[in-house]
Every structure is written in structure tokens, then in C-alpha cells.
């Protein structure tokens, strides 16, 4: 006997897994996908472990069944399906289609219905039937030949309910299941069940009396006279829950089991689909054969050659140029091949052949042979680890993607190449595998793979140049951030000295800090305890404390930053208890964490800094993230004091833009009052507070100024009357009446910012004073908090875009100045407005003028730039 295996999934259940698992997904034409990417790899991975010889799914079919006939209320007060998912319903559809897995809704049933019915028809020996469901009401069809896999964690973990399983797990038998729905209810299906019974006491009813009817008959043997008097009150209202949570399983079908088979359809078929979607992972684990004979029949037209030896004349023209290096960290990552496209022909050498010749390394130095690169800062950094310099970087691949898509996430060769269909590229992940198991493969298939790659880069200039063009972002790319690239690739090769006796020394002080607290906090609590388990904390508080719980977590009791932030001054210990965690983070974080990263040659530490990450524009940095070290407080400052010039005789200079994104918007608002403020060089807090509280300058307390000060930086970025009522402790009505204040003193900003989130709506986009874009397809969502995130977004993208520009652009104007002047100085971190440099003693008087000079000159605003330098041994004493 052949053993037909049935799987049935209720596909509304699992879309809604999958859509709320997933963070928020959508494709180029913003198409959202997240629902549709959870549901089909659980649907590959039921096919794949499973192996069905019969599929199907089954959907709801509308918001009213026969069960509202019963109960008009029935399923009331759910939350409406979101737009982002209700639009992906259809494409799950398409999915199945593809798969030409059959699919089935009836009128008037649910999925349920349908899901029972089918089980109930493959009832018998030939069938092995498997339920893929979230919902627990389908337990009730468990039987030995139906098995239930329950999702557990979002769609990623099932729990498989066999009859055995069921009883080990509830002490039930599977039509029990009915009956526990009755006494219990369900919110989820608003269906009432009895008041006050829980599943605790649902289930101790039913290992006692069997089933909901015998409960209800055996009242007077119940102990407690509230749980008799509830059972007494309610006995309809539990026969009518039983009754709705009953499945049917006689839904009237025009399809019998056999015409469930699945097996064959149309692989070009998912293909197409998961291409459509852009499923780029999903797509190389489908069909991997067929991405390789794509590749193949394309690597086939792209012939190269294989050098052991360069010639000048095959560097004679302006050539793609890809170095590779498996570690993505490539600090000193070791090169593993190099490939060169350009006119005179297509050509791979190995790091040996590359680095061993001097032709190649002439070309590299020659500023006037031009190179067209995929990520030249890091280009820079690998060549420059080999102590050979390269110039002469005319067009970043990366760069540019980056600026034309700045909300893609992904910028690796592979997604830039299909996006702007520049032929096919495999991704890296194929190539070299991934994680600890990533390798270089054998030379010819490296050659074929980095020789794509240059082919692709040397393709897609002038294309991505022509699109550049047409976004009025050309001067953006070549003015600003390609030779930014080449300016950080610098600052990442020279790296920053740190002291690391000092930072030896300050983890030994928190240590014993950490161990001083702890001693009083386990004074105060009366006893000995873990502070870092939160529930051993959570008992001290809340239950010998006797402190009031804020929020309960399934494990016990909330001890989160928040919880504790709310109970500050109800109890000497919490204060401890946050100071003992922000030194715990300091200590784990930043001290030990910047140990592990000193190179012990030089004492330095090279961070890493991203360019095309953030859409604001803003760098940030990594391995370690040097610009996160906290300086709230003094001993998170202190840990700058590591931080030293790399040679005696030299200071640390650190130079701060001033209240540089107030300075933006007074520009792009065109506020008078605003701008004033900046022009007369006042204290812009201090100016808000007189214009707002309509006060003199010296009537301002500081009272006033800290609330202006938190309505400034708040108006940036687009706070609400509860962002500045939390600040500033005041009731969202005082917050409101604050900000309606604000909006009548300065009028123009106020109409900047509707303005803003208009043309953003019209267009699609906004954009920086020079020319960066962050597009907004959320402006136009269906969905309140997408629509509101993105209209505060829409409105502070171009005052901090803006700003991210400045700094860069003085970047880059004193990489130049550097360059040129003669000077010894050199530029060693950026950390948001600031920018620090180690200076040889004699120079530091003249550079101090020169760094003031060049960052208050970066862009012409119609209000001045201010810029505060400091001198000191140590960047913390430069501050």
C-alpha cells in the first residue's frame, strides 16, 4: 500500500505569522513582500521535509460564516487586516499558483471548515495528513493519522501535536479541545465562553468532568461558590462558545482528494515570481542549476585571460578594477584576486602576479590612469595594507548605487547588478559559502566571478553617470562623495593610538565600582541576589520591596531601562540598579571591547566607516563604533582620554560644529526671526525662550531655556505633543499649547514643514540642499503610524541630510588642504559634528586657523557656520 501524504495549510493563519515576524519588506516598485517571503519559505521547507504527494490551502473566504447566524458578534472587535497586508493576499495566490498548489475558499466557511473537512475525507490507512496552522482551535482534528504543526515563533519553529503529544502538553483528548474553548472562550474570535475561567481552570474542569456538558451538569459539586455562581449564569453562553469553536466538517466541496495531488509544475514559473518579488536568497536556494547555467551561458560570451605577468600597453586605457578579500572586515584581510576590464581586454591575476609587479603597481600609483571601482575606500585600505598607494578612482559603483537607491539595504555587486540590469552576477554567499564555512574556490572559478564583476562595474558606469545626471546628483557623487571615499580609506589605513594602559586601568576602577554598588545594593535589598537576573530582580523589587509593577513579561516582572526610569526616586535602589547597569555596559562594551581591537604593533585601533549605510547621509562607524562611546556620563567620557596622538610632541585637536542642524533649518525655512538669532551670533535657547514666553533676555530662567532648547532640537526632528511632554514632564496639553507657541513665533518654519511633506508626497522624495534624496512611498500608505513615521521623516531628512553634507564636504576640503598645504597633521575620526586630528606642536596654532577657516566656509548658508576647536593631550581633553 502506498502511503498518500496530505498537507493542508490555513493560509490566512500563516500569512499573518509571516507578515507579523517579518519587519515591513517591499521590492523596487514598493510592492510590500514580508508576508509573502515568511510564507513561502515555510511552504519550500513543508515541501522539502515533508515531501506531500497532496497539497492544499485553504483561505477565509469573507468576514461573514454561518457561526454569525449563532453569534452576531462573533470575531467582533478584531483589528482590521493592514493594507500592506491585506495587498499581499493576492500574491500569496500567485505563490500557489506558481507551485500550482491547489487552493480553496467557500462562501459563508472558514479555513477551518475546509482544513476539517478534507481531514476528515483522508480519513484511513492509505492517508498521513499534516495541518500547517497558528491557530489552536484545529487541535480538536488531531487523530492518529492527523497530525497538527502549531507555529510556535513566528513561522520559523512548529510544534507537532500528535494524540500523545496533545495529553502530554493538556491532559486532553483532541475533542476536549472543543470543549476547553467553551469554558475559556477565545479574544482572538471574541467568542465569550465563561467569565473569569482561564485555561487553568477550563482545564482542571475537564480532567475532572470529561466535557463541557458534564461540567455544567455537576455545578453543585464544584468548590467555590463564585465559580458556581459564573458556571450557573453562563451555561448558554458555554454551550454557544463550544458550538462556535466546533469545527465543521461538512463544507459542501466541488474538488475531492484527488484532486489535491502536487508534484509537477513549472520551475521558470517560481522563477519568474520570486524575480518579480526580487526573493534573491530564495531564488538561489530554488533553483541554484539554473542561476549556474545562466551564469554559464553569459560567462561563456565573456572570455578572459589568466595573467602571470601585466604589460604597460594593457593598462593603456581607463580600466574596472576589482580587488577581493573573503573577510568583510578587511582590515589586513589577505587579497585573494585581482581583476582588471577595460578596452584592451578582460584580465584576472592572482594577489602574487598583482602585488609582485611593478607595471601594476605604477598603475595603481598613476593618478592620470584612471580606475573605475566597486567600493574604492576599501580599495584603498587593502592596497594600502600593502604599502602601495592608489589614485587615480574616477567612479565607485558603490557610491553611486547608494546615492541613486539609498533605501535599499542591500548594495552588494550582486542585488546592484539586477537592479540596474547589468548583466548577472552570482552573489558572494554562492561563491564563497558563508560564515565559518566562507572560502576562496579554485582559481578558475574566482577568475570567472571577480572578472564578472570588474565586467559588470565597467558596464554600469556610464549608465549609473546618465542616471546620476538626471537626479542632479552628479556634483554630489564626484564633488563630495567619491573623493570622500578615497579621504576615509586615509583615516581608516592611519587609525587612532590608544593608551591602553589607561584603558586597562579604568576597567579595574569600574570593576571595583560595579563591586562597590553591588555591596550597597544588596544592603538595601536585604540580602544577596543576582542583579543581572531579571527575574531574581524583579522579586527584590516588586514583591519583598513591594515597589508597584509597571509592565509583567510572560517570565515575571519588567525590569527594563524604562520600568526602572519610572520608578527613579520611589526607592534609594534604583538609582544604584541604573547606575550599576550603565557602568555593566561601559565596562563589557567599550573598555574590554576596545582592548580586543588594539593592534599590538602600533597600539592603534582602525575603525571601520560606513558610507553607504544610512539614508540621512550620515556616516557612521564600525569594528569597533567608535562613535557611540557614551558621554552622558563622566566616566563614559573619560574613556576618550585613551584616545591620544599616535606621536610625542603632538596634541589632539577637536573641532565641533555648533548647533549645526538649528543653523540648517533657519536656511531652509527662511525664518527671519530664526536666522537673527545665528546672524546676531545669540544663544539660539535663549532666543527661542524670549520669543515664545515673550520675555526680555534677561527675564529667561533656565527653566525656559531647557524647554526651548527641547522644543529646538525636537521641532528637527518632527517631535509630537507626547515626545516633548515625556521630555520635559509636562502634560501633552501644556506640550501642545508649547509647540503652537513655537509655530506662531517662527511662521516660517511651520510652513516649511507642511510644505515639505506635501512636495514629498507629490514627488516621491526629498532631498538635501545638495541634491541627496530619501525617497517616501510610506507618505502615501493606508497605514497611520507608516504614513505619520514618514512625514516626520519627510521633514527632518533635509535639515539632518544637510548637515551630514556639511560635514563631509569639510571632509573632503580638508583632505585637500591636508594634501597640499604641506602640513604633517592628519584627520583620524569623525563622530557626527565633530571631526579630530593629531597635530605636530608646531603646526597646532596655524591649523587650529586652518581647520575653523575650512569648516565654517564647507557650504554658503544664509546664516554663518560656527565652529568650536579645542586643544588637549588627549581627545577627551580636547573637548
Not at 513566528?154 to 483528548?173: C, D, M, N, R
Not at 553611486?400 to 546592484?416: E, G, K, Q, T, V
Amino acid at each position: 500500500m502506498i502511503l498518500k501524504k496530505l498537507v493542508l495549510i490555513d493560509g490566512n493563519s500563516i500569512a499573518y505569522r509571516a507578515f507579523f515576524a517579518l519587519p515591513l519588506l517591499n521590492n523596487d516598485k514598493g510592492v510590500y513582500t514580508n508576508a509573502v517571503y515568511g510564507f513561502t519559505t515555510m511552504l519550500m521547507k513543508i515541501i522539502e521535509e515533508d515531501k506531500p504527494t497532496h497539497m492544499l490551502v485553504a483561505f477565509d473566504a469573507g468576514k461573514t460564516t454561518f457561526r454569525h447566524k449563532t453569534f452576531s458578534e462573533y470575531k467582533g472587535g478584531r483589528q482590521k487586516t493592514p493594507p500592506e497586508l491585506s495587498e499581499q493576499f493576492p500574491l500569496v495566490r500567485e505563490l500557489l499558483d506558481a507551485f500550482q498548489i491547489k487552493r480553496f475558499e467557500a462562501e459563508n466557511y472558514e479555513a477551518d471548515d475546509i482544513i476539517g473537512t478534507f481531514a476528515k475525507e483522508a480519513a484511513g490507512e492509505e492517508w498521513q495528513v499534516k495541518i500547517y496552522t497558528g491557530d489552536k482551535d484545529l487541535l480538536q482534528l488531531v487523530s492518529d493519522n492527523v497530525t497538527v504543526s502549531l507555529t510556535k515563533k513566528g513561522i520559523s519553529q512548529v510544534e507537532e501535536y500528535t494524540p500523545a503529544f496533545l495529553h502530554e502538553k493538556y491532559g486532553l483528548e483532541p475533542k476536549q479541545i472543543i470543549d476547553m474553548k467553551g469554558l475559556m472562550g477565545d479574544s482572538s474570535d471574541n467568542i465569550p465562553g465563561v467569565p473569569g475561567v482561564g485555561e487553568k481552570t477550563a482545564l482542571k474542569l475537564l480532567k475532572e468532568f470529561g466535557t463541557i456538558e458534564k461540567v455544567l451538569d455537576s455545578i453543585e459539586q464544584i468548590s467555590g461558590k463564585k465559580m458556581k455562581e459564573r458556571l450557573e449564569e453562563n451555561k448558554e453562553q458555554a454551550m454557544m462558545s463550544k458550538d462556535l469553536a466546533t469545527i465543521f466538517l461538512e463544507v459542501p466541496l466541488d474538488m475531492d482528494l484527488n484532486d489535491l495531488g502536487f508534484g509537477e509544475y513549472e520551475s521558470k514559473d517560481v522563477v519568474q515570481f520570486f524575480k518579480e518579488l526580487e526573493f534573491k536568497s530564495l531564488l538561489e536556494k530554488f533553483a541554484p542549476d539554473e542561476q549556474m547555467d545562466e551564469v554559464q551561458e553569459k560567462v561563456e560570451d565573456l572570455q578572459f585571460e589568466i595573467l602571470t605577468d601585466i604589460k604597460k600597453e594593457q593598462l593603456s586605457s581607463p580600466a574596472a578594477l576589482i580587488v577581493e578579500v573573503l573577510d568583510e572586515h578587511y582590515h589586513q584581510s589577505e587579497i585573494i584576486g585581482i581583476a582588471l576590464v577595460n578596452e584592451t581586454g578582460r584580465y584576472y591575476l592572482s594577489p602574487e602576479t598583482a602585488l609582485q609587479s611593478e607595471v601594476f603597481k605604477a598603475w595603481l600609483k598613476d593618478e592620470t590612469k584612471k580606475k573605475w571601482i566597486f567600493d574604492a575606500k576599501r580599495a584603498v585600505v587593502l592596497f594600502g595594507w600593502q604599502g602601495v598607494e592608489l589614485t587615480g578612482v574616477e567612479f565607485d559603483l558603490l557610491m553611486a548605487s547608494y546615492l541613486l537607491d539609498p533605501s535599499h539595504s542591500s548594495h552588494d555587486m550582486d542585488d546592484i547588478v539586477q537592479r540596474k540590469n547589468g548583466g548577472y552576477v552570482q552573489s558572494d554567499e554562492v561563491v564563497y559559502g558563508k560564515g565559518a564555512k566562507r572560502k576562496a574556490p579554485e582559481e578558475e572559478v574566482l577568475a570567472e566571478h571577480l572578472v564578472r564583476k570588474a565586467q559588470a562595474t565597467f558596464d554600469l558606469k556610464e549608465p549609473l553617470e546618465n542616471e546620476l545626471k538626471e537626479n542632479e546628483q552628479f556634483e554630489l557623487f564626484y564633488d563630495l562623495e567619491l573623493p570622500l571615499s578615497l579621504v576615509l580609506g586615509q583615516m581608516e589605513l592611519t587609525g587612532v593610538k590608544v593608551d591602553k594602559a589607561q584603558l586597562v586601568q579604568m576597567g579595574e576602577d569600574l570593576e571595583e565600582r560595579l563591586s562597590k554598588l553591588e555591596q550597597d545594593i544588596h544592603e538595601l535589598a536585604g540580602q544577596s541576589f543576582n542583579i543581572n537576573s531579571p527575574k531574581q530582580l524583579g522579586e527584590i523589587l516588586f514583591e519583598k520591596l513591594e515597589l508597584p509593577p509597571i509592565k509583567k513579561t510572560k517570565t515575571g516582572y519588567s525590569t527594563s531601562a524604562d520600568v526602572l526610569e519610572k520608578l527613579a526616586g520611589k526607592h534609594e535602589i534604583i538609582d544604584h540598579i541604573l547606575h550599576y547597569r550603565q557602568l555593566g555596559k561601559l565596562n563589557s562594551t567599550y573598555i574590554e571591547g576596545l582592548l580586543k581591537v588594539i593592534k599590538e604593533d602600533s597600539s592603534k585601533i582602525h575603525t571601520r566607516f560606513n558610507q553607504a549605510l544610512t539614508q540621512t547621509g550620515r556616516l557612521s562607524s564600525t569594528d569597533p563604533n567608535l562613535q557611540n562611546i557614551p558621554i552622558r556620563l563622566e566616566e563614559g567620557r573619560k574613556i576618550r582620554k585613551a584616545f591620544i596622538a599616535s606621536e610625542k610632541g603632538w596634541k589632539i585637536i577637536a573641532a565641533d560644529y555648533s548647533q549645526i542642524e538649528l543653523r540648517v533649518l533657519a536656511h531652509i525655512s527662511g525664518d527671519e526671526k530664526l536666522k537673527e538669532a545665528f546672524q546676531e551670533d545669540m544663544d539660539v535657547h535663549t532666543k527661542t525662550a524670549m520669543d515664545v514666553f515673550h520675555v526680555k533676555e534677561d527675564e529667561v530662567t533656565s527653566t525656559m531655556r531647557r524647554s526651548a532648547k527641547a522644543v529646538n532640537f525636537g521641532i528637527v526632528y518632527g517631535i509630537s505633543d507626547y515626545g516633548l511632554s515625556q521630555s520635559l514632564n509636562i502634560t501633552r496639553k501644556e506640550a501642545a499649547e508649547f509647540i503652537e507657541r513655537y509655530f506662531q513665533s517662527y511662521p516660517k518654519v511651520k510652513q516649511y514643514m507642511d510644505e515639505i511633506v506635501e512636495e514629498a508626497r507629490e514627488s516621491g522624495y526629498v532631498a538635501t540642499l545638495l541634491h541627496r534624496r530619501r525617497y517616501l512611498p510610506e507618505l502615501t500608505s493606508r497605514n497611520f503610524n507608516l504614513r505619520s513615521f514618514a512625514e516626520r521623516t519627510a521633514m527632518n531628512t533635509p535639515i539632518q541630510g544637510t548637515a551630514a553634507d556639511i560635514i563631509k564636504k569639510a571632509m573632503v576640503d580638508m583632505g585637500n588642504e591636508l594634501e597640499g598645504g604641506n602640513w604633517k597633521a592628519r584627520l583620524l575620526l569623525q563622530v557626527h559634528d565633530e571631526l579630530i586630528f593629531e597635530v605636530p606642536d608646531e603646526e597646532v596654532n596655524d591649523f587650529l586657523k586652518v581647520i575653523t577657516d575650512v569648516m565654517e566656509n564647507a557650504v554658503e548658508l544664509d546664516v554663518p557656520l560656527k565652529v568650536d576647536a579645542e586643544i588637549g593631550e588627549s581627545w577627551y581633553d580636547a573637548k
